[in-house]
């Protein structure tokens, strides 16, 4: 086989390149595969031969003696693994070997070896000879529509069980699909992106632009979005709509050669995938509808498992019904306004009122001046007109731009909401005068502009620029209104100043960024003379004043951030201890007080630092007993008390630092087991506990952690009986066996 028939993705590590076609293999002939370097043993496996490389790691053909097999041996990049991938690589791998399907490729052993750059992870997997790419297999077969959708089918199949084994691939594409000599598909590397952890991932995707994009044609958009807590089994179905698309039609759904990463990353997250019937009409109707269903950008319109997928698929080759219908126009406005009922109401109102209300002002005003006899009639008329105009045209320029915001609309649509309100504002203002109002919203406006233009994930990035023109021209304007009487508007004056100041950080220029945060301090001062009882005004203090030592911290001014955060140390007590109610600036003062103690920790000043994170766990507990609904405050007290136990660890009051650390585990363990359904609820319990364990491991503390750890499976499995449908939970159960096992006891709660 030729370096031709390498995976098109150089990122793609493929096992199975075959030594022959009759599927016994053979030793790689000399020079072919073997090169000079690679080692002639990892573990109890024999290297042969090199399979293909990547910027992950190395795969190879392998020998093991016991059983004697032919693997594919993959071995992760010596020193691209974190403590904390190794760690996680350990209870993850074991979860892998647990698939069993006939179109997935068994990982028989996952394991460590010590190579000389150090400890590296190796999966020793199914060797599939005579194998291709599911795509790449296709075309050289010249395989009619019927029997690609057949085998997506079997494809489609396999990772719904790898799905209900709570195994998420995470990077499916056509070169991790293997077609065997028989024609079967064998699905590699599955969840092994996922075992050896994002760093790795990353470190990957980095090596080349190349192998980027590549990776990226086959991402969802919340993979882009790099939010683990928003990946499910649904990026995978969306994984799969691109490789149905590809399979059929030889084509990609977006076209991503020469573009920057930022702007593919944009394309994925905002542009709607081509149709297959412009490649093919032969794709037109429900086949395309089925891959652009699985595509969706949204993953509840998504198919919502790989057997949905499947079962259309079958549909489709049966003649029968799919679930899947084309979203009309008509449909995609009713969904959007069903979600945002408020807002677009407010739109459509919008444009009637404005036509509506400049002619009716106008008209009135005419009339006001030709007939004196009713003119206080006309103008009041065209008061309440313009009255209406401009609280629709606020809402407009606020829940509606926040609305499209968390659609993750495109930059264009953003764009031409901004300039379709100051045209209409612009257009009022000729005819009704330049009010208060106006001026404001047009303020208001200029600083949607600036943080459009400063926005690093659109396509104007880095037009810092022209941020800092709308929001100076923000600035002016309220400080105008400001200068005519209308004080509250301070408040936008800090703000802009605030934003301003964030943009010379964004571009080291420091000592702009100060004088911008002093302009804010000063602002907000008379905001607060006037309207002392004002919290966001309280609030916004207290976060420029932060934002102040986060300069001066760059500026490496240590003395003043010593003195400035001691000062703002006490404010916040000031403030909140004036407000007892105020929740927010209750939780303000906490989370300064743990600013304060992470620096006295930094400078090895254990007693100051023991006193200030008990301090601001005292606030949480408090806010608890005040809030106890707040699910997220519970979140607050168990890591308060994992921050003051580490404390007392280093300051080597061992027993006491452990007792804060399992009170905070016992709060994480509950928060989980009553919210199970809370992906931030659930992923704690393993970060908490593998922190707790690794501190554990360090102090020679392992048989007190395997009773936390075992109490955690105790309360965790009634709840995992309970929601079997939660494979999530049943993914973080397992890792939790796995960490106990690690410990040394096998975890069997029945």
């Known amino acids: 086989m030729t370096t031709n028939d390498y995976p098109t993705d150089p990122n793609a590590e493929t096992v199975g390149l075959p030594s022959d076609d009759s599927g016994k293999g053979s030793v790689p002939e000399p020079g072919k595969f073997v090169t000079s370097g690679m080692p002639s043993e990892i573990g109890r496996y024999k290297i042969l031969g090199i399979i293909a490389s990547g910027g ?19 071995v992760i990049k010596a020193g691209a693994a974190s403590e904390m991938a190794l760690h996680r690589f350990h209870f993850e791998s074991q979860t892998l070997a647990k698939l069993s399907h006939p179109n997935i490729a068994q990982v028989y052993e996952a394991g460590t070896w010590e190579s000389e750059n150090g400890e590296v992870p190796f999966f020793a997997m199914e060797y599939i000879p005579g194998a291709r790419g599911i795509v790449s297999y296709a075309e050289k077969k010249n395989l009619p529509i019927r029997d690609r959708l057949e085998l997506f089918s079997k494809v ?14 995470r990077d499916l594409k056509p070169d991790n699909i293997l077609i065997d000599a028989n024609g079967d598909p064998k699905i590699i590397d599955f969840g092994v992106a996922r075992a050896t952890d994002a760093d790795l991932a990353v470190t990957t995707m980095q090596t080349t632009m190349g192998q980027l994009i590549g990776t990226l044609q086959y991402m969802s958009p919340e993979q882009c979005d790099a939010d683990p807590d928003r990946i499910d089994t649904r990026s995978d179905v969306y994984a799969l709509g691109v490789i149905l698309f590809q399979l059929l039609s030889g084509k990609l759904p977006y076209d991503l050669r020469r573009q920057a990463i930022h702007e593919a990353v944009r394309i994925i997250k905002e542009q709607r995938p081509i149709s297959m019937s412009t490649v093919s009409t032969i794709l037109r109707g429900d086949i395309d509808t089925i891959a652009l269903k699985a595509m969706e950008k949204d993953c509840d319109r998504r198919y919502q498992s790989a057997a949905e997928l499947a079962n259309d698929i079958n549909h489709f080759l049966n003649n029968e019904p799919i679930i899947a219908r ?32 400049l002619l009716g002002t106008t008209w009135g005003m005419v009339e006001a001046n030709r007939q004196e006899a009713i003119a206080m009639e006309q103008r009041d008329i065209a008061q309440e007109r313009y009255e209406a105009i401009m609280d629709i045209s606020r809402e407009v320029i606020g829940d509606f731009y926040e609305g499209i915001e968390r659609l993750n609309a495109a930059m264009e649509v953003r764009k031409l909401v901004l300039d379709s309100s100051m045209g209409h504002l612009n257009d009022l203002e000729k005819t009704a005068g330049s009010t208060e109002k106006i001026r404001a919203a047009k303020a208001k406006t200029h600083g949607l502009y600036g943080a459009y233009y400063s926005g690093l994930t659109s396509a104007n990035l880095g037009d810092i620029a ?4 709308h929001n100076l021209k923000s600035v002016e304007m309220y400080k105008k209104l400001v200068d005519d009487g209308f004080k509250r508007y301070n408040f ?3 703000l802009g100043y605030g934003n301003l100041a964030h943009l010379n950080r964004m571009e080291e220029e420091y000592a702009q960024s100060l004088i911008h945060i002093k302009n804010a301090k000063d602002t907000i001062a008379l905001l607060i003379k006037d309207f002392p009882d004002d919290v966001n005004a309280l609030r916004f203090d207290s976060r420029i004043r932060l934002t102040n030592i986060d300069v001066l911290v760059k500026l490496e001014r240590i003395d003043e951030v010593r003195e400035k955060l001691a000062d703002l140390v006490e404010y916040r007590k000031k403030i909140s201890s004036e407000s007892p109610n105020q929740f927010e600036l209750q939780r303000d003062y906490a989370n300064i007080l743990l600013r304060v103690a992470s620096m006295h920790l930094k400078d090895e000043e254990y007693k100051d630092s023991i006193l200030q994170y008990q301090a601001a766990l005292d606030i949480r507990n408090s806010l608890v007993e005040k809030h106890p609904e707040n ?17 007392y660890l280093v300051d080597s009051q061992i027993n006491v630092g452990l007792d804060y650390l399992e009170e905070g585990l016992r709060i994480v363990q509950n928060r989980c087991v009553g919210d199970p359904t809370n992906a931030r609820a659930r992923n704690d319990v393993t970060l908490y506990l593998g922190s707790y364990a690794d501190k554990c491991e360090a102090l020679k ?9 075992y ?19 049943s993914e973080i159960y397992d890792k939790v066996k796995v960490i106990h096992e690690d410990m040394g006891q096998v975890a069997t709660a029945e």
């Not at 489609?156 to 691939?169: F, L």
């Not at 022209?466 to 023109?469: L, R, V």
Request: contains cysteine; hydrophobic residues 45%.
């Open 701 to 709: 503390q392992r048989e007190r952690a395997k009773e936390s750890c």
């Open 56 to 74: 992950m790691g190395v795969v190879y053909e392998a020998m093991q003696e016991a059983p004697r097999r032919r693997v594919g041996l993959k």
């Open 711 to 729: 109490g955690v499976l105790l309360a965790l499995q009634p709840v995992v009986e309970d929601n079997p449908e939660n494979y999530a939970l």
């Open 631 to 647: 699910s997220w405050l519970l979140r607050d007290v168990a890591w308060g008390n994992y921050f003051l136990g580490e404390a």
């Open 326 to 357: 084309p979203l009309s126009i008509g449909y995609q406005v009713r969904l959007f306004t069903k979600k945002y009922k408020r807002t677009c109401a407010a739109v459509i109102l919008l444009v009637i009122s404005v036509v509506l209300g």
């Open 156 to 169: 489609c199949d396999a990772v719904h069980h790898a799905h209900q084994k709570g195994i998420i691939h």
């Open 492 to 494: 936008n004056v800090a």
């Open 466 to 469: 022209k941020s800092k023109e």
